[in-house]
């Protein structure tokens, strides 16, 4: 009487493990597609923001266009036109201008 249990148990737990291949396989799916090239994305964009140096034309996340004029640890000094300097996180630069988006700031 007790081998058929052990049999028993043991097919349930298979059963278990089937029920839940699924999520595991959608959770892999998920993490390839999403979080993967996301990770990448984010990893390539502080690189970016770390080699920022003075002269370089970026574009922030609130759409400001502007040109490094100064480089401080958390912060940056955009100059956005003559004589108009403001200070914004890093975190806030979105990426480089693209040649054809620069406009001229002197």
Known sequence: ?????I??????SADVLFQF???????VIFYLLIFM???KRQKKLEAMI????????VITSSGI???VAG???KTLILKIADQVKIEVAKN?????????ESTPIT
């Open 92 to 100: 806030a630069i979105a990426g480089l201008q693209s040649p054809e």
């Open 21 to 27: 291949a699924p999520i595991l396989i959608i959770g």
């Open 1 to 5: 009487m007790q081998v058929p249990t």
């Open 50 to 57: 770390g080699a920022l140096r003075n002269g370089d034309r």
């Open 7 to 12: 049999l028993q148990q043991a097919a349930g």
């Open 65 to 67: 266009y502007g040109v």
């Open 71 to 73: 480089v401080k640890e």
């Open 37 to 39: 090239p996301m990770r």
